[in-house]
């Protein structure tokens, strides 16, 4: 993988000591996976750190993309690319949509028409006119760590498919967290 900065780094160093929940994300264009990343960006690094866990997105466009992407969605832990899709190929993550499109993520709060129409605007907009990444794959999120222990694999049947972020926290030992901007209402 790819950081920002664009240095190479082994996927395996991003779960060797530690556990790791890595999220593949479609493209840094897709609306769904911005929102996904969006929710991701909401997760307390004092979480993480009590667990002890990591959190990781990986992309597939240029590490060129990492920083604004970082900076649209507010997502402050860690990113990275794999710019030839060899760990999306490796893991079995599909390419194009899959027939099950009545799955949904808790964390697509864009209908499909307005949601394409802004990630179409995105990419109008940014340099070159750079779909930032292949648009038809797809991706998924895994728990791995520490070695070589795979705790979970989740493979995104479709651009709606993201798996819920408090399902993955849970698993991984992390506290959840509340998505919704609804006030907690506590009994005493």
Not at 117 to 138: C, E, H, L, N
Request: aromatic letters at 10%; proline letters at 5%.
């Amino acid at each position: 993988v790819v950081d920002a900065d664009g240095r190479s780094v082994p996927f395996e160093a991003l779960y060797g000591k530690q556990k790791a929940i890595v999220v593949f994300v479609r493209n840094f264009l897709c609306y769904t996976c911005k929102e996904y990343v969006e929710d991701l960006a909401k997760v307390p690094k004092a979480f993480l750190q009590e667990a002890n866990v990591r959190l990781i997105v990986i992309g597939q466009s240029s590490y060129h993309h990492i920083k604004p992407f970082c900076s649209l969605t507010g997502y402050t832990h860690e990113m990275y690319i794999d710019p030839q899709r060899e760990i999306y190929k490796t893991l079995g993550m599909k390419r194009g949509e899959g027939n099950n499109v009545s799955v949904r993520s808790p964390h697509v709060k864009s209908n499909t028409l307005l949601g394409s129409i802004r990630s179409v605007w995105r990419a109008m907009t940014g340099p070159a006119f750079d779909f930032q990444g292949d648009p038809a794959q797809q991706g998924g999120a895994l728990i791995l760590g520490p070695g070589n222990e795979v705790h979970f694999l989740h493979l995104d049947k479709n651009r709606l498919d993201h798996i819920p972020i408090n399902t993955v926290l849970q698993l991984a030992g992390v506290k959840t967290v509340n998505f919704t901007n609804k006030p907690q209402i506590i009994d005493v």
